[in-house]
């Protein structure tokens, strides 16, 4: 087993710090290239770079009024999701197809069932 995790290649699991502009402000976000990666995959199929998408993410969840106190862990959290999202079927693999073209609040309300089932 873990072999598949131990050999794959070092520079997925280094750390890389991006530097972006919010609201003026210069931030820094380090995490592992691995999450890079799969934010740069998002950004894209929306047809943004990543701290253009990145930046969306912050408006968007202060707007909703999440407490962004630990940015990074919000944007790996990010970076799962997508993944489990795709597995799930509730994103399509086919990177042309954009996110914001999924109906989110039908994949949230079916979430939202799933965790009412695994319940009972």
């Not at 592992?32 to 408006?59: S, V």
């Not at 997508?82 to 954009?98: E, T």
Request: charged letters at 20%; one cysteine or more; aromatic letters at 8%.
């Amino acid at each position: 087993m873990c072999k598949l995790f131990i050999q794959a290649n070092p520079e997925l699991w280094r750390s890389a710090t991006h530097s972006l502009r919010i609201d003026g402000m210069v931030t820094s976000v380090r995490m592992e290239n691995y999450f890079w990666h799969i934010l740069e995959e998002i950004a894209q199929r929306d047809g943004m770079n990543t701290a253009q998408m990145i930046t969306r993410l912050y408006h968007e969840s202060i707007d909703a009024g999440h407490d962004l106190g630990n940015f990074t862990s919000f944007l790996r959290v990010c970076a799962l999701r997508y993944q489990a999202l795709q597995l799930s079927g509730d994103i399509p693999v086919q990177h042309q197809v954009p996110i914001a073209t999924l109906d989110a609040e039908q994949i949230l309300a079916r979430e939202a069932g799933n965790r009412q089932d695994s319940l009972h």
